[in-house]
Nanobody, 127 residues
Framework: VQLQASGGGLVQAGGSLRLSCAVSERTFSKRYMGWFRQAPGKEREFVGA????????YYVESVKGRFTISRDNAQNTMALQMNSLKPEDTAMYFC?????????????????????WGKGTLVTVSS
């Protein structure tokens, strides 16, 4: 499974960015997907996840109400819409795919991550 995140950049606080993740795998529609981030000098943080159909999502408290995860199974893509950005959102953002046998497990993913990872895209929020 190959994943590639894109769409990062520099934005002012209060602004918006939309990240995309392209996945090259024919069973994409059967995998739970997620976003993670890692700020300089900090540990990786789970941002949120989306179910196969997109009908179920999970967000960590720090981004709830500001970030939205969506997916397009026909295009094998996932997106992270980030609104009302704050300087503390500055990080490298990674998209990830769960193992094909995983059940819906945000608490597990938050602690242990997902099975497949792509290269990140840098988001910088200036104050």
């Amino acid at each position: 499974v190959q994943l590639q995140a894109s769409g990062g950049g520099l934005v002012q606080a209060g602004g918006s960015l939309r990240l995309s993740c392209a996945v090259s795998e024919r069973t994409f529609s059967k995998r739970y997907m997620g976003w993670f981030r890692q700020a300089p000098g900090k540990e990786r943080e789970f941002v949120g996840a989306i179910s196969w159909s997109g009908g179920r999502t999970y967000y960590v408290e720090s981004v709830k109400g500001r970030f939205t995860i969506s997916r397009d199974n026909a295009q094998n893509t996932m997106a992270l819409q980030m609104n009302s950005l704050k300087p503390e959102d500055t990080a490298m953002y990674f998209c990830a795919a769960a193992h094909s046998d995983d059940k819906w497990s945000p608490s597990y993913w938050g602690n242990y991550g997902m099975h497949h990872w792509g290269k990140g895209t840098l988001v910088t929020v200036s104050s």
